[in-house]
């Protein structure tokens, strides 16, 4: 599973200057350039990250969201966290990431708080 690659999807949000990017596979230190490549190339003022089709993360996949995360906060741009499974959300709970995001259960309710 670990071994499987990460597609990445962007799509136009409902909200003006709003997109998502929408993941599929696992993010894992193997396919996490291509993701960090997609957060860099032209920041939205607002992006949803689905995550609803990341069965599996690791440290260093969590490690570039808070990364992210810490570049909207410096230059004023919004992240929501979409879509993240049970065990996704183990790992945020356990190291408190889950206070620091703003989180969503669907790219739907993401959309409400964009």
Known sequence: ????????????????????????????????????????????PCLILDLTGVPYMDSSGMGAIINYYVSCQRHG?????????????ELFRMTKVDALLTLASSVAEAESLA
């Open 1 to 44: 599973m670990f071994d499987q690659p990460l597609a990445l999807e962007v799509l136009s949000g409902q909200a003006p200057g709003s997109r998502i990017l929408r993941l599929t596979g696992p993010l894992v230190l193997n396919n996490l350039f291509s993701f960090q490549d997609a957060l860099r190339a032209d920041p939205p």
């Open 77 to 89: 741009r919004k992240l929501i966290v979409a879509g993240v499974n049970p065990r996704v959300m």
